[in-house]
């Protein structure tokens, strides 16, 4: 029998906040970091230290000691300290595909100031695994995965090392950490004490693995070098004689298994199974405020602010790169696992939402400057201001659109760039003050009011570009009344009448298809902690059915609006629902828009929540009794069980905690029958369950989670979790979620399958709105302005709603050209695709996604070629 090999590789787990904040952990940081250092100079025979495979540790230390870059640049030139490749310890599944893309290259563009990163697709501690990893990883030529979370036998495999495969036929090998990273951390030099330890790891570890090697990962989280790491090695080579132990790099590892490549099994999919270890499903609706904004900025810096950028840049304005990397990597700081999980401190939790307030703040102030950039360059007509709308979806849009506009008269008209007057609608309108606007006007002692006007007009805007209407003031407009209607929200394509119990009853008139009972709130007990939902053990679910309403329907020009009004009266904790009692209560106004011409419904609900542990669904009943539901995950779709058989005995068979079949999405989740179905739009609400009909009467219906409550960060002897508390037992009163919050979503019905009705296509124009931009002859902040000769109406380029989904448009990082990003949604589909240009294209390459051109270029201008099932392509232009 050959020898078996123990890897032992020094590292440490850099959760840079967590109990504890970051300034907390720099400090730390600094001490650490020259004892590395200090011992990786001055030791040849300690030949490698893994930085935690991110470059935010590095940002972090040389804020501080940016003297000590050269040394770390020596260090990592001379592969003693290992980097990157990310830029933070991302989590994959709350998280946006370009954010995971952008997150890997920030990281290997700050790695290669100092020398090579580690290309190794590094997430020791992630709670769970996207199915598109592997992809991603291919897209910047890395090949290796290395993670710990989510693995079970369920995947197709008992085994640690695999082959792990994305839809598209991306692979990696991998390397599952079973018992985690740390368990080389702080190991002791007496027999006795590694005993205790390895006499138990060893076989555990030795069993799963193909290549029969031993990864004992020295290291834990913040733990500093351990100085005494040879002694202790010279000691287990004396217990354990028929063992090797090496210091070796992972790389190392990972060149032992691809010598056995024809044994490793092959495997597909996400792991997201608790069975081992602990993946926290329902994380998801820990902290919904931060996960809101957080989803927010995602959509507003990929959708709206980087494609509106890159039509900028085609007029010669500067693509503001350093702008963009900061408040991506304002938020990326939040993307590790512990930070975007809120699983952390009160204080903590503070200081994660003022990292978004800031990114929210440079991303919609470098929106405005693009918008004014453009409209300040078009040709001006007299007496005029100009109503600017840009579609950043690559195909034209018809839509209602609400905006604000500012004029100093009472009345005005619009009309196109023809002159034909434009049909509108005044929702509103107020009066403010000069200074509002700009306080130069005031100074100058003219004090007369400017007028607000909420207005609604219908708009056609072409593909990825935009339209501008002209603004007469002190003339009368072509104004819309509002008709009166029966009590019913109607347009071409449903039927909305709101039941005396505050639901709806929706019928879709192309599908032929009835939905009943829809927006009912569910609120039940939550026992769990910041990591897990978990149910009381003695539950009292109450409905908001249960309680008496106000229902308000209004009709607008271009749209109708029922408001339902409730409070709820509720337990205000866990003992309060054990007595049955009622004493808290929880407002709730939901707000219901249908506009002309829409295919989907508009549900924004606004809560007031002052009762505690407790968790919050809105539930959409569906015709439909279906064993699976399709979601969006990044770059795809994913298909997952309604229902999980190991809850039935997931406690016998030895699970951390149950398989709940609670899941994750990004921005839809729908059920369907083949010839119908129901898709629910979400901007950041990004957890659902579908209840089972189980063979019921009943028809399953989609539970998407508005909140949930609680006040501990870690707690122990869950009802779905037993065991120790996850992370530590520490009051969170923030999480309690006391206070409003306001929840957005959509209704989408169709016909046919969700690929067939481009239901991705439609979930990403709802969080990509159509903006306006106001041109009026004053502004707070100057600019000058340069020959006003942009068009009045312009497209960039367009493609067909069909096939291909635009992931992104933007300037390439070091090229005078545009990057532009699609993919497949289709999990079993091919799709044959393309786009046109609206000027000569000059260079038109396939790159990976780190920007790196194909060495083979096959594909004519224009031409996606073939994308594979849920494969993302990347493509560098120039005109």
């Not at 390397?175 to 030099?189: H, M, S």
């Not at 508009?602 to 505690?612: K, T, Y």
């Not at 989670?705 to 779905?720: H, I, N, Y």
Request: with cysteine; net charge negative.
């Amino acid at each position: 029998m050959a020898t078996s090999r123990v890897h032992i590789t020094p590292h440490m787990h850099w959760d840079r906040e967590w109990y504890f904040t970051t300034e907390e952990s720099r400090i730390l940081l600094m001490n650490n970091m020259e004892e590395i250092m200090t011992r990786l100079e001055s030791d040849p025979d300690y030949k490698f230290y893994v930085l935690d495979g991110q470059t935010a540790v590095l940002e972090d230390y040389f804020a501080i000691k940016p003297q000590n870059e050269e040394r770390v640049r020596k260090l990592v030139q001379a592969g003693k300290l290992i980097i990157g490749p990310w830029y933070s310890q991302t989590d994959t599944m709350q998280v946006s595909g370009e954010s995971i893309v952008r997150n890997m290259m920030y990281g290997i563009r700050d790695c290669l100031r100092f020398g090579e990163p580690m290309k190794i697709g590094y997430l020791p501690d992630s709670f769970s695994m996207s199915s598109q990893l592997p992809m991603i990883y291919n897209g910047f030529g890395i090949d290796r995965a290395m993670f710990w979370r989510g693995c079970s036998e369920r995947h197709g495999t008992d085994k640690t090392e695999f082959l792990w495969q994305s839809n598209d036929g991306s692979e990696v090998t991998a390397q599952v950490l079973p018992l985690g990273y740390a368990i080389g951390k702080y190991l002791p030099q007496d027999e006795e004490g590694l005993r205790a330890r390895l006499d138990k790891y060893f076989p555990v570890l030795e069993k799963p693995s193909v290549t029969k090697d031993i990864l004992l990962p020295n290291g834990h989280d913040q733990m500093p070098i351990q100085q005494d790491i040879f002694e202790v090695m010279d000691k287990l080579r004396e217990i354990y004689p028929d063992r090797e132990f090496h210091m070796s790099r992972y790389e190392e590892v990972f060149e032992r298994i691809e010598a056995l490549r024809d044994e490793l099994d092959v495997v597909k999919g996400e792991f997201n199974d608790g069975k081992y270890m602990r993946v926290h499903r329902t994380i998801s609706s820990t902290r919904m405020d931060i996960k809101l904004i957080h989803a927010e900025i995602e959509n507003k810096i990929v959708n709206i602010l980087e494609p509106l950028a890159a039509i900028a840049w085609t007029f010669g304005f500067e693509y503001h790169h350093g702008l963009i990397e900061k408040m991506w990597k304002e938020s990326m700081k939040n993307h590790a696992h512990d930070s975007i999980g809120c699983c952390c401190s009160d204080k903590v939790h503070a200081e994660i939402l003022n990292r978004y307030i800031l990114a929210d703040d440079m991303a919609e102030n470098l929106i405005q400057f693009y918008k004014r950039k453009i409209v300040d360059h078009m040709p001006a007509k007299e007496g005029c201001d100009k109503l600017a709308f840009f579609n950043l979806s690559p195909y034209a849009r018809e839509e209602v659109v609400n905006t604000t506009i500012r004029i100093r008269a009472q009345e005005f008209s619009i009309s196109d760039e023809n002159g034909n007057p434009v049909e509108y609608y005044i929702c509103d309108q107020r009066e403010i003050d000069p200074g509002q606007v700009d306080r130069q006007i005031v100074h100058y002692g003219n004090y007369d009011p400017f007028m607000e006007f909420d207005i609604q007009l219908a708009v056609a805007v072409p593909a990825m570009g935009f339209t501008t209407l002209h603004i007469q003031g002190k003339e009368a407009g072509n104004k819309v009344v509002a008709e009166h209607k029966e009590g019913l929200l109607e347009n071409e394509f449903y039927t909305v009448k709101v039941n005396a119990n505050g639901t709806l009853t929706i019928f879709d008139k192309q599908a032929g298809q009835s939905y009943d009972q829809v927006l009912k709130l569910e609120e039940g007990s939550d026992d769990g902690d910041e990591y897990d939902y978990s149910p009381s053990r003695q539950e009292w679910l109450l409905y908001s059915t249960d309680f008496e309403n106000d229902i308000t329907i209004t009709h607008q020009g271009f749209q109708s609006v029922a408001t339902i009004r409730y409070q709820m009266a509720l337990p205000a904790d866990l003992a309060e629902r054990e007595a049955k009692q009622q004493n808290a209560r929880m407002d709730v106004e939901c707000t219901v828009t249908l506009k002309a011409g829409s295919r989907r419904i508009d549900v924004e609900m606004a809560l007031d929540n002052q009762v505690n542990d407790h968790r919050v669904r809105v539930l959409i009943p569906t015709p439909y009794v279906s064993e699976s539901v399709v979601a969006d995950n990044q770059f795809g779709c994913i298909t997952r069980p309604v229902d999980d058989p190991e809850m039935a005995n997931w406690e016998a068979d030895g699970w951390k905690e149950a398989p709940v079949p609670v899941w994750q999405l990004m921005n839809f989740a729908a059920l369907e029958d083949g010839k119908q179905g129901l898709a629910v739009f979400t901007n950041g609400l990004r957890e659902f369950e579908v209840i089972s009909s189980k063979g019921n009467e009943e028809k399953d219906t989609i539970a998407l989670t508005l909140f949930r409550s609680v006040g501990v960060l870690g707690k122990e002897e869950l009802l779905l979790r037993p065991g120790r508390p996850s992370g530590i037992k520490v009051p969170t009163p923030d999480s309690q979620m006391r206070g409003k919050l306001t929840c957005r979503f959509g209704l989408f019905g169709y016909r046919g399958n969700h690929i067939s009705a481009n239901v991705m296509q439609h979930a990403r124009d709802y969080v990509t709105p159509i903006h306006c931009y106001n041109k009026i002859p004053y502004n707070a902040m100057k600019l000058n302005v340069g020959e006003q000769d942009l068009p009045l109406t312009f497209s960039l380029l367009e493609k067909d709603i069909k096939g291909a989904v635009l992931s992104v448009l933007k300037k390439a990082e070091d090229e005078d050209a545009l990057i532009m990003r699609v993919y497949n949604p289709s999990e079993t589909e091919k799709v044959k695709d393309a786009v046109r240009f609206n000027r000569p294209v000059t260079e038109w390459f396939e790159t990976r996604m780190d920007e790196v051109a194909l060495e083979k270029q096959s594909l004519t201008a224009e031409q996606f070629g073939d994308l594979g099932p849920c494969q993302a392509k990347t493509f560098r232009v120039r005109f």
